[in-house]
């Protein structure tokens, strides 16, 4: 199990990679590493083989190389996940690939789990092939009503074989954190399948996003700090706006705590 505790904290004294110190803050070794780690999981996700544990695997993976590329990765909450059973709704912020490649490690030690994606990730080679093998949803991101039919119909038929969703309301990466930007598909689907949902937060902006490959920006070293919070799993009751505004306290509140920027309403 990665994370046999109720918190983790990466160990001050984890080194560097040594080529990344001497080349003063490259990724010579990060990225090879992150790409040979995707890689293997392709290869698992077309050969039929790429099950759970993998998918825990190439997550925990990721984000040992996070440490070693000079990242401090801090979790708390992960006893919500432990002592409690599931399956669950979980909504996120989003602000880098490091929640989309970090969570699985820390969910499906617990809970089987899944993600909402953008439907183009899916028809593609390489990282699409992971996302059709854990059964991830499709959704356009360009028809609002749209992806919310599909998201309320293939939602509740995922959660009903025992996986965990996670969703990122946002939809694409944010550097700050808006409520309004947070919409209540969530607790939406967490609604429609009977099932209970869990706030995450996160602030991840350490692996930065780039211009040209996205998932392969510049490390941003003063916030080296990688943090991962889950909120306690609460029941929708009535039309959901509660739990939907506790989501965002959580997320707001821990945002806020490490440093992060909450936009003002």
């Not at 990679?17 to 293997?40: C, E, K, M």
């Not at 083989?49 to 695997?57: A, D, G, M, N, V």
């Not at 708390?76 to 929640?99: K, Q």
Request: proline fraction near 4%; include cysteine; aromatic fraction near 10%.
């Amino acid at each position: 199990m990665p994370f046999p505790n109720d918190t983790y904290d990466t160990d001050p004294a984890t080194p560097r990679y040594l080529i990344d110190r001497i080349f003063f803050g490259a990724r010579i070794a990060f990225v090879p590493n992150v790409i040979g780690v995707i890689l293997d999981g392709v290869r698992q996700a077309k050969r039929g083989e790429y099950t759970r544990e993998s998918f825990i695997r190439l997550s925990y993976d990721m984000l040992y190389h996070v440490e070693h590329g000079g990242g401090r990765i801090h979790i708390t909450g992960l006893n919500h996940l432990r002592d409690n059973e599931g399956p669950f709704v979980i909504v996120s912020n989003h602000m880098s690939t490091m929640e989309t490649f970090g969570f699985p490690s820390m969910v499906n030690q617990h809970h089987s789990c899944t993600f909402i994606v953008k439907q183009s990730l899916l028809s593609k080679g390489g990282f699409g092939h992971i996302m059709r093998a854990i059964d991830a949803i499709g959704v356009t991101r360009e028809n609002a009503r749209q992806d919310l039919e599909t998201v309320l119909q293939r939602g509740p038929e995922v959660l009903a074989t025992g996986k965990t969703i996670i969703v990122f309301p946002e939809a694409t990466r944010q550097a700050t954190f808006s409520a309004k930007r947070f919409n209540s598909i969530g607790v939406k689907l967490a609604k429609r399948a009977g099932v209970k949902i869990i706030p995450a937060a996160i602030k991840t902006n350490f692996w930065g996003n780039g211009m040209i490959l996205k998932d392969f920006g510049r490390f941003d070293w003063k916030s080296r700090d990688c943090y991962f919070s889950f909120g306690e799993p609460m029941e929708i009751t009535g039309n959901g706006a509660e739990q939907h505004e506790e989501c965002v306290r959580f997320i707001s509140e821990h945002f806020a705590s490490w440093g992060g920027v909450v936009e003002k309403e």
